[in-house]
């Protein structure tokens, strides 16, 4: 496993905003400056990191998927899509293995002409792989190239398949892209501004269960885990809860707005592996600084093995003209500790606000963009976070929250009532969290034969 698998782990569940039957789903690449539209229940499984050439891996979903892709931009001296379409077969043919060519196909996506082919290719033990590659020039020596994975029995199908996907892709230009961004962040940096001790104090006593499963269709649902998060008043200390609140220092005297989410996660029901996450997020009245501590224990029967995640934003000064984001985790158990600091730019949404903004904000059809810390990757950094609120079509008096985080990705998408209750948010990948009680949960739990804590 990767460093702080298990906190990582616990997180994606329970603290991001973080697809099934029939239908199509959005993704989205900044980086790649596109959009397009795949099949419901399709999975992202690479991506470029910063520092990198951008790219993006998707493949379908389930345990046996019969496709996968790769969406990258080149840059070629070629002069045609044609050119650079045949230069990639030969690159990627084997020297001594000749291939077929199964199609050969243009097509019309937006104001350009792309250049399709797909070839069978043999393999050493008698089998073929299918290849297919998509070449759209976008601006003068820049292309969006997609290459397309199958096997032979899937790959009429997956032909099928791909063409309303690349009839789908809109490219975008990186200018309009940072235009965006900025009203977005704009946008969201006049929310917070907007935000006070009143405004905070009117979440204290907010409590809610939270149930986390994965829709089973006919075969019934997986029980995934469940979160139990609430509002309180109470000081910075808090969040050491092994210190004596006799012992506090000035610092830690001083009173704020906490967030407690206490998780437990089923990482393998068989051999009964259970993570349980213990979250404080403390954060003073008038926003400007914040602290938290986040522990995630890893449980199977008597052993165990914790991370913590340890982080404080420090306030403007004289020798830091801008707010400082400083996170250390640790393991200790191997005696592991890393550290990690930023610069904090504007429009920076304080840890502790990322999943009850939705009850601070308007309810009005809008775009707004934060900064956020963002860990789930493997190191961890700042990104960036879109969200789109959009009335439900269904009922005009819900409001349907669809939120990014990252550079490139499918959205999380959150369903509100009129009050900015929660009623239904589901995850990428397809768990989904619901309200819940002690006694609804108990019984699903009794009932799947797993341990709540």
Known sequence: ????????????YVLTCSQAALGTETIVSNSLGLALEVPDGTLQTGASQAGQPAFLVLREGGSMPSWSMRIERLVSEVSTSDALLLEL?????????????????????????????????????????IFGWLVLPTTKKDYLVATVITLPESWEKTRNTMLPVFQ???????????LDRQSM????????????EASLRKLIGFKELRRIYADGGMSGDREIGYSLIEVAEAPRGTIKRHRNPERYSKEEQEMGFLVLEHSRIVSDAEREVYVDLLSLQWLSW?????AWTITATRRQGEARATETEVGFRTEQSLSSP???????????????RQPY??????GWLPRPLTGLISRLIPQQPQQIAFVVYDHTATVPSLTMRQDSWTRDTEMP?????????????????????????????????????????????????????????
Do not use: C
Not at 1 to 12: E, K, N
Not at 94 to 120: N, T
Not at 169 to 178: E, F, G
């Open 286 to 290: 008038d926003l400007q600084k914040e």
């Open 168 to 178: 789908s892709i809109r490219t975008q230009n990186s200018q309009m892209i940072a």
């Open 89 to 129: 077969v030969s690159k990627g043919q084997s020297v001594d293995r000749d291939f077929e060519i199964l199609e050969r196909s243009s097509l019309p996506i937006g104001a350009q002409e792309a250049s399709i082919i797909w070839i069978s290719e043999p393999q050493g033990d008698g089998s073929a792989v």
């Open 397 to 453: 008096d819900r409001w349907v929250l669809e939120s990014r985080v990252g550079e490139q990705g499918f959205p999380t998408r959150v369903l509100y009532d009129r009050n900015a209750n929660l009623l239904r948010l589901n995850q990428p990948g397809g768990n989904t969290i619901e309200p819940s009680t002690v006694a609804e949960i108990q019984r699903l739990w009794d009932q799947a034969g797993l341990k709540t804590e």
């Open 185 to 196: 962040l704009q946008r969201g940096q006049e929310i917070l501004n907007q935000i006070d």
């Open 1 to 12: 496993m990767i460093r702080y698998s298990w906190l990582a782990f616990a997180l994606m």
């Open 322 to 336: 801008r707010p400082r984001l400083h996170v250390i985790k640790q393991d200790d158990d191997i005696g592991l």
């Open 341 to 346: 600091e930023w610069t904090v730019p504007d």
